[in-house]
């Protein structure tokens, strides 16, 4: 039974950090790439981050690039998103998500793994 458990968030002011973590089991953790999405109230879920699998390669949401740093440790089985410079517009509840297929894709559809998601809230 493959499980993503997100953890990390909770309540920053902004201009603060917080670093998220996913830890996966039950899969290869190695073969997928891992991304990072976001629901805000009311909203769609959005696309934050991706990495491959070697963790040499990733792609950022325009609204978060400069400020977000994704990673992760195969050893550990665990992907990693530093979220620095916070603004109250990045309040949401953050997933992450496994990709097999590798395409490093912005899209929901696109992933066959999730996480039940860990909510982070910037006060101005």
């Known amino acids: 039974q493959v499980q993503l458990v997100e953890s990390g968030g909770g309540l920053v002011q902004a201009g603060g950090s917080l670093r998220l973590s996913c830890a996966a089991s039950?899969?290869?953790?190695?073969?997928?790439?891992m991304g990072w999405f976001r629901q805000a109230p009311g909203k769609e879920r959005e696309f934050v981050a991706t990495?491959?699998?070697?963790?040499?390669?990733?792609y950022y949401a325009d609204s978060v690039k400069g400020r977000f740093i994704i990673s992760r440790d195969n050893a550990k089985n665990t992907v990693y998103l530093q979220m620095n410079s916070l603004k109250p517009e990045d309040t949401a509840v953050y997933y992450c998500?496994?990709?097999?297929?590798?395409?490093?894709?912005?899209?929901?559809?696109?992933?066959?793994?999730w996480g039940q998601g860990t909510q982070v809230t910037v006060s101005s």
């Open positions: 039950g899969l290869t953790f190695s073969s997928y790439t």
């Open positions: 998500a496994a990709d097999l297929r590798g395409l490093g894709s912005i899209k929901v559809g696109d992933y066959d793994y």
């Open positions: 990495i491959g699998w070697r963790g040499r390669n990733s």
